[in-house]
């Protein structure tokens, strides 16, 4: 019985001893929404869409991100505009179907689509997973995505 006991005071000794260290040590947990990871710079999230410093937009409507994506997710209307030159209509990625592979960003010749850094993308309606040309140039302009 002597040993037993022993061994479960020793035991007992190690487990608080433990508790104490980490109790007055840092804490390794983020206060998340508050604050945000540092995500890694090659994070791929939601596509935005970036202008020119003019504020005129970079897509030329080649198509060439419509064509490369694999889930075939992304969907665009071009039209012909003034001075015979394409005009983006509608540019409509759905996130449901997006395996975030980048390759529309890597085939991008105007570096107009991007991958940002969103990735909370908990919607109940899948039909909000449908991302316009306006809401990714909105996202895009925002100062965070400067850097890209």
């Known amino acids: 019985m002597g040993l ?9 000794i190690k ?3 433990l508790t ?41 409507g080649c198509g060439l991100c419509a064509e490369i994506c694999p889930s ?3 969907a665009m209307e071009t039209s012909e505009g003034e001075d015979h030159e394409k005009v983006v209509n509608s540019y409509v990625i759905d996130l449901g179907l997006c395996i975030y592979c980048g390759y529309c960003q890597e085939v991008c010749p105007v570096d107009a689509v991007f991958m940002g850094q969103d990735f909370e993308l908990t919607i ?4 909000k997973l449908k991302v316009t040309k306006e ?3 909105t996202k895009g302009d925002n100062p965070r995505y400067d850097r890209l």
């Open 20 to 60: 104490i260290r980490y109790f007055f040590s840092k804490p390794v947990t983020l206060r998340y929404p508050e604050v945000y990871y540092d995500l890694p710079e090659r994070f791929r999230g939601a596509q935005i869409l970036k202008r020119h410093e003019d504020g005129k937009e970079r897509c030329v």
């Open 4 to 12: 037993m006991t022993n061994i479960l005071q020793t035991d007992l």
């Open 15 to 17: 487990g608080l001893s």
């Open 124 to 127: 109940t309606d899948p039909g």
């Open 72 to 74: 075939r997710a992304i």
């Open 135 to 137: 809401q990714m140039l």
